[in-house]
């Protein structure tokens, strides 16, 4: 009786065994990671409101994913942006001013010892393999490292360091290898980091953070040979604002300039159709990506975020091209977030990009560091909204004095808070701009010089403590009502 006992013992053991070892196994009857994947692409100059022209971009990810429909940058020029997308912070506490050194620039952000802690360490840190590939940040690698340099936090790493908005004859620092690609089809950079992530997704045995970053749409907005007629007949749009009539009330920089004459209108048609069809290159990049996520198996395990580092002028505000204004143009982006779990549908509540790093730490089971500033937009992702959300994103401009001129860009430093219904900004030359959104979503009545001073001294207040907050200080900042 006893050794019968044994036996049953033995084969309940057994049985109870195999079914924790294959509690992991998914329909599929493969092995489920731990730690779900997460890709970031990360476009170029890339403005709200133009994904419907992109077949995989449209079908793949907005109608299978969640839009962040009111998505904001905290610097619309380049390396602020990315900067603040690497370390969660706003421009005025991580100090990359600008896209060049001193004040900026990739040489700023390694002198100051920001790559110890990015995003890379941190995904790294909690068991990930890490990959940066395409746009790095503005001048990399310059004077303030080697051509071959690879930063901490990063397992495989493919960026240029010549030749970046080319397109074609560029040259790429692949792990510390110098690799020089030329002007044959096949060079085509987007299709070429393509590759390199199609390769690094399928080697990967081990949860994968990708950071992406295609260099279109940015000028000269070079297309793949494949595209080079595509677009023929599409004109930029024509919202209210483009060549905007009346600018008796905006600023100087913005009174300053004509409006657009009609071979001025004729380049900018010309310039949006050049860039639509650079994006069509990553529009094939995100329909291969997603095929061979399938492929592999790895698709039900992958979050895909789909965003930009900042907007683009196309003429709206008499701006025949550029950023950097606190213009929704310029600071208004796209998010979609596609992932397990992640139910098709649209957010409007007040989000931006430092918010993305700590959504990846969540993700992965990483732990931000007590500088970060943003918040997890995991919540969004599960289907609810989180309490105590965010009031007002704030939006900074930095340019030393010095440079300052029209050779450059006319725009002034400032400081800017979008909140749900308004824009104020705060020039350094002492002009403001009030937008009331809900009845001015065009921004095109400025109402600095008449509204209620009451609301004037509200939002100079909010704004001041935006500007004033570091870490965890930030979250509280930006929920403040008065």
Not at 36 to 65: A, K
Not at 360 to 367: D, P, R, S, T, V
């Amino acid at each position: 009786m006893t050794s019968v006992l044994k036996g049953l013992c033995r084969a309940v053991c057994i049985l109870m065994l195999l079914v924790v070892a294959a509690e992991p196994l998914a329909a599929s009857g493969r092995v489920q990671p731990a730690k779900p994947n997460i890709i970031l692409i990360l476009t170029d100059d890339l403005d709200y409101g133009n994904l419907e022209h992109f077949p995989n971009i449209s079908n793949l990810l907005v109608r299978r994913g969640l839009s962040f429909d009111r998505y904001f940058v905290t610097n619309s020029w380049c390396c602020p942006s990315r900067a603040s997308i690497l370390r969660s912070q706003h421009v005025h506490s991580h100090g990359v001013l600008t896209n060049t050194a001193p004040e900026g620039g990739f040489d700023r952000f390694t002198r100051l010892g920001l790559e110890r802690s990015t995003i890379g360490t941190w995904m790294q840190a909690a068991g990930y393999r890490t990959a940066m590939m395409g746009k790095y940040l503005n001048h990399y690698p310059g004077e303030a490292a080697a051509p071959t340099y690879v930063p901490p936090g990063w397992n495989d790493w493919h960026v240029p360091v010549r030749g970046l908005y080319e397109s074609y004859g560029y040259t790429l620092n692949s792990n510390g290898r110098l690799a020089d690609y030329g002007w044959a089809e096949q060079d085509y950079i987007e299709d070429v980091l393509t590759a390199k992530a199609k390769d690094f997704i399928t080697a990967s045995d081990q949860p994968f953070f990708l950071y992406l970053a295609p260099i279109a749409p940015h000028n000269p907005a070079n297309p793949a040979v494949r595209h080079a007629t595509a677009f023929s007949d599409l004109k930029a749009p024509r919202p209210p604002s483009f060549n905007q009539d009346d600018v008796s009330r905006e600023p100087g920089w913005l009174r300053s300039r004509p409006k657009i004459k009609e071979a001025g209108i004729a380049a900018i048609d010309d310039r949006y159709r050049r860039r639509m069809r650079a994006m069509l290159g990553v529009d094939d990049m995100v329909g291969s990506l997603l095929t061979t996520l399938d492929q592999a198996g790895k698709l039900s395990d992958t979050y895909v975020f789909f965003a930009s580092d900042n907007g683009f002028h196309l003429g709206t505000h008499r701006l025949k091209q550029g950023k950097t204004t606190p213009f929704e143009e310029s600071i208004h982006v796209p998010l979609v977030v596609r992932g397990p779990g992640v139910a098709p549908g649209v957010v409007r509540d007040l989000t931006a990009n430092i918010d993305l790093a700590p959504t990846f730490a969540e993700l992965g089971g990483a732990a931000p560091p007590a500088f970060a500033e943003g918040r997890s937009l995991v919540p969004f992702l599960k289907g609810r909204r989180p309490d105590g959300w965010r009031r007002h994103v704030l939006v900074e401009f930095f340019r030393p004095e010095n440079r300052i001129s029209a050779r450059q860009t006319p725009v002034p430093p400032y400081a800017a808070l979008r909140t749900d219904r308004y824009t104020y900004v705060h020039y350094v030359t002492g002009e403001r701009q009030l937008y009331d959104l809900t009845a001015d979503p065009y921004q095109l009545d400025n109402l600095a010089a008449t509204a209620d001073p009451e609301l004037l001294a509200r939002l100079e207040s909010l704004l001041q403590a935006m500007r004033g907050c570091s870490g965890a200080g930030c979250r509280t900042a930006d929920q403040l009502e008065r």
